[in-house]
C-alpha cells in the first residue's frame, strides 16, 4: 500500500487515525448532556461499566501525583438509604420559611430511577503542599472524565450540587477530615428521553483573547 509521507514526517494513514479520534472525541464532547435523575429509567448499569468510569477519573491531570479525587458508590439499598439520609440532613439543617416539603421528597425521589449515585469528593493533602484551587481543578477534571465516558457508554449522568451537597452537615454524616471537599453528586442512569439540544449562552469569540 502507497502511504503519503510529508513534510512533518506523519504518514497519511496516521493523520486519518488521529482524525478519526478528533472526531470521535469531539462528537462526545459535543454531546454530552445534563440529563436529571427524573428522566431516567431504572434500568441498571452494570457494575464493571461503573468502575471503567471510576478508571477514566483516576487519570485525570494532577500536580505532584497527590490524585486528590475520592469516590462513594451508592447502589441498590445502600442508595435509597443515602437518598433518605440527604433528605433528612436538608430537613434538620433548613430554616423553617426557607423548607419544603416538595424538595425533600424531590431529593429522596432522586434515588428512585437511577443505578448508580457516586458521591464525588476532594481528599486534603496533611502537607497541603499543592494549592487548593489546583487539587479542586484536578477532582473536577476526574468528574469530567466520568461524564464523558458515560456519554461515550450511552449512560445518562448529572453532576449535582444540590441539597445539603456543601454543607458540614454532609462532611460529618460522612465523617471526612475538616479539609476535605464534597464535589458533587453523580447521578448515572439510562434515559430514554431524546437528549435535548446543546447551546452555549457566551459566544466563543468573546472568550478568546488571540495574541499572535
Given at each position: ?16 487515525c ?17 440529563i ?19 478508571e ?91 461524564l464523558?465516558?458515560?456519554e ?20 460529618k ?40
Amino acid at each position: 500500500m502507497f502511504i503519503h509521507r510529508g513534510a512533518t514526517g506523519k504518514t497519511r494513514s496516521n493523520y486519518f487515525c488521529s482524525m478519526n479520534e478528533w472526531n470521535s472525541l469531539h462528537k462526545i464532547v459535543t454531546g454530552r448532556r445534563s440529563i436529571k435523575p427524573s428522566l431516567m429509567n431504572g434500568k441498571k448499569i452494570d457494575q464493571v461499566a461503573v468502575q471503567q468510569l471510576l478508571e477514566l477519573a483516576d487519570w485525570a491531570p494532577t500536580h505532584g501525583r497527590t490524585e486528590p479525587w475520592r469516590f462513594i458508590v451508592y447502589a441498590g439499598e445502600s442508595l435509597k438509604k443515602f437518598c433518605q439520609q440527604h433528605a433528612d440532613l436538608y430537613q434538620a439543617y433548613t430554616d423553617a420559611d426557607k423548607f419544603t416539603t416538595a424538595k425533600y421528597k424531590g431529593i429522596i425521589e432522586n434515588g428512585e430511577k437511577i443505578s448508580h449515585l457516586v458521591l464525588v469528593y476532594m481528599k486534603r493533602q496533611p502537607a497541603q503542599k499543592i494549592p487548593l484551587i489546583e487539587e479542586i481543578a484536578a477532582v473536577a477534571a476526574a468528574v469530567e472524565h466520568i461524564l464523558l465516558g458515560a456519554e461515550a457508554l450511552d449512560i445518562a449522568s448529572l453532576w449535582s450540587t444540590g441539597g445539603m451537597t456543601h454543607h458540614e452537615s454532609m462532611k460529618k454524616m460522612l465523617e471526612l477530615a475538616d479539609d476535605d471537599l464534597v464535589m458533587g453528586l453523580l447521578y448515572l442512569g439510562y434515559s430514554d428521553e431524546p437528549a435535548p439540544e446543546g447551546k452555549r449562552n457566551i459566544p466563543l469569540s468573546e472568550k478568546i483573547t488571540w495574541n499572535n
